[in-house]
C-alpha cells in the first residue's frame, strides 16, 4: 500500500455461515447431513472454538469498512458468537427436531487449530458497525431454513463433498 500508493483497507474476518456456504464446510455440512439422512460428523472432540458470524453481519461489515474505514488499516470482522463445534453441532441437532447426540465422532482434521478469536472493538468503536445476528441460534434457524428450502441448489454435490471427506476418515 505505501510502496505503491494504493488506497485500500484490509479485514481479517471469523467464521461465517448461512445461505449458499458450500455444503463442504461445517455447518452446511451438518445441516444438509442431517437433511439427507447421514449421521452428522463431529471432528475430533469438537472443543474447537470459532467465532461465528452470519454473512450478512460479514457483508455489512465490509461495506462499512468500504464507507468509513481508514486507508492502509486493519479491520477485524468478528460477532462475539464464540462457541465449540460441538455446541455448533448440537444446537442444530435439537432446532432440526432430532436427538442432540445423534452424531459420529470422526477423526479431527490434521493441523485443526484449537480456538480462531477475533477482536472487532476497533470496528465497532470507530466506525460504529454492529452485528445484526446477534443470537446464534437463531442465526442457526435461519441458515437451516434456506437449506432446507433451497435443496435443489446442494444436492447434486452431496454425494461427492462426502466421498471426499469418506476417503479422509471424516
Request: with cysteine.
Amino acid at each position: 500500500m505505501r510502496s505503491f500508493g494504493i488506497n485500500a483497507t484490509l479485514s481479517n474476518c471469523s467464521n461465517n455461515y448461512g445461505p449458499y456456504q458450500h455444503i463442504e464446510k461445517f455447518i452446511p455440512r451438518q445441516i444438509t447431513n442431517i437433511l439427507s439422512g447421514i449421521s452428522p460428523k463431529l471432528y475430533g472432540t469438537g472443543e474447537q472454538v470459532r467465532d461465528w458470524i452470519h454473512v450478512d453481519d460479514h457483508n455489512s461489515a465490509v461495506h462499512t469498512i468500504l464507507d468509513k474505514g481508514r486507508p492502509g488499516e486493519l479491520y477485524l470482522i468478528g460477532a462475539d458468537g464464540e462457541q465449540n463445534n460441538k455446541y455448533i453441532l448440537e444446537t442444530i441437532l435439537e432446532l432440526m427436531g432430532k436427538d442432540k447426540m445423534a452424531y459420529e465422532h470422526v477423526n479431527d482434521r490434521p493441523g485443526h487449530d484449537q480456538r480462531y478469536a477475533i477482536d472487532n472493538t476497533k470496528l465497532r468503536t470507530e466506525l460504529g458497525w454492529e452485528p445484526t445476528y446477534t443470537n446464534l441460534r437463531e442465526g442457526l434457524q435461519a441458515t437451516i431454513d434456506w437449506y432446507t428450502a433451497n435443496e435443489a441448489w446442494w444436492m447434486a454435490e452431496k454425494a461427492a463433498v462426502e466421498a471426499a471427506y469418506a476417503k479422509q476418515g471424516q
